[in-house]
């Protein structure tokens, strides 16, 4: 008996055949292509990154306004995020990050006395292409349980619900007025926020919690 028959009897094969007509046709309950529900959870969040507004001219590419969105898919074991960047510049380069906290309110406006982004999650590059477009995709736990601690430092466990992005060369910002550099690339010589979310208005959350607790004060993220 040749070895496949051994390791796969006719009853076995034929079930696996039907199963297979079934998914191809469209005909039964679910296929693999379809989403689960999670416990109530939404299934998909979509939002939009806001410009650091001192250097949109470094960014905008041909006249446009640069434009940044962002759509968060839950799965089972991790989550997917795909954000796509219109009307850049072309040939920028930038660094993509979750962080703790935003430097602009609800509203816009910057955060009175704002110091510093809190706890941060280096997550992927991004690359503007010759029409001044760039996409990225990440994988990775992101809707309302993406948190890092480190007791070393006695960090607790601190959630990063902000999504933002820097320059990941700070002479693309020098023409903005940008000296220096920030940590926020692979070798820690960086330049200025580029773009970045806002906090909801009611909650004071990030948009990477999709179910936030008002019962508590500040706002929580129920897990």
């Not at 939009?48 to 960014?59: A, G, Q």
């Not at 997917?80 to 906290?101: A, C, N, S």
């Not at 006695?154 to 933002?164: E, K, M, R």
């Not at 970045?196 to 129920?222: E, H, Q, V, W």
Request: with cysteine; proline share 9%; glycine share 10%.
């Amino acid at each position: 008996m040749p070895m496949l028959a051994r390791l796969r009897p006719r009853r076995t094969l034929e079930l696996a055949l039907a199963l297979t007509a079934l998914t191809v046709t469209g005909v039964g309950t679910a296929t693999a292509a379809e989403p689960k529900p999670l416990g109530g959870h939404h299934e998909t969040t979509e939002f939009k990154l806001f410009p650091n507004t001192p250097f949109l001219p470094c960014l905008a590419g041909n006249g446009e306004t640069p434009r940044v969105k962002a759509e968060v898919r839950r799965g089972e074991l991790n989550d997917t995020m795909e954000i796509e960047l219109r009307g850049f510049k072309p040939d920028l380069d930038f660094d993509l990050f979750t962080v703790q906290r935003s430097n602009q309110q609800a509203n816009g406006q910057p955060v009175p006395g704002f110091s510093n982004f809190g706890l941060a999650w280096y997550q992927s590059d991004l690359h503007t292409d010759h029409a001044g477009n760039g996409r990225a995709e990440i994988r990775t736990i992101l809707l309302d349980q993406i948190f890092g601690f480190d007791p070393d430092v006695s960090l607790p466990p601190t959630n990063t619900f902000h999504v933002g992005f820097w320059f990941n060369k700070p002479s693309d910002a020098a023409a903005c007025g940008f000296t220096g550099t920030t940590p926020f690339n692979g070798e820690h010589n960086a330049g200025p926020l580029a773009f970045i979310t806002r906090p909801d208005a009611t909650t004071g959350l990030g948009p990477l919690c999709t179910k936030p607790d008002t019962s508590t004060s500040p706002a929580t993220c129920k897990a």
